[in-house]
């Protein structure tokens, strides 16, 4: 596995509570911690684009289905690909 080196700003609380893991042995280091939570959350940008490219391909979302899968989600506005 190859490693890249990145820079991120979090709030000093969770910062604090990385290095802790990373101080009790919990975690390998400050890095691993980020990286496995990471690792853990789903890559919701590759699942935007599957369920995009599934509205495509039936065809899009009518009205009445947009608004439902809207409400239903509790979703924010934005655009759902096919939407009419």
Do not use: C, N
């Amino acid at each position: 596995m190859s490693f890249k080196r990145i820079t991120i700003s979090v709030p000093e609380e969770i910062a604090a509570k990385a290095q802790r893991a990373a101080d009790a042995g919990q975690v390998e280091s400050v890095s691993a911690y980020f990286a496995g939570l990471a690792a853990a959350e789903p890559d919701w940008a590759q699942a935007q684009t599957i369920l995009d490219q599934m509205i495509v391909d039936a065809g899009g979302l009518d009205d009445a289905a947009h608004d439902w899968a809207r409400s239903a989600l509790d979703a924010d506005d934005g655009d759902v690909a096919g939407a009419a």
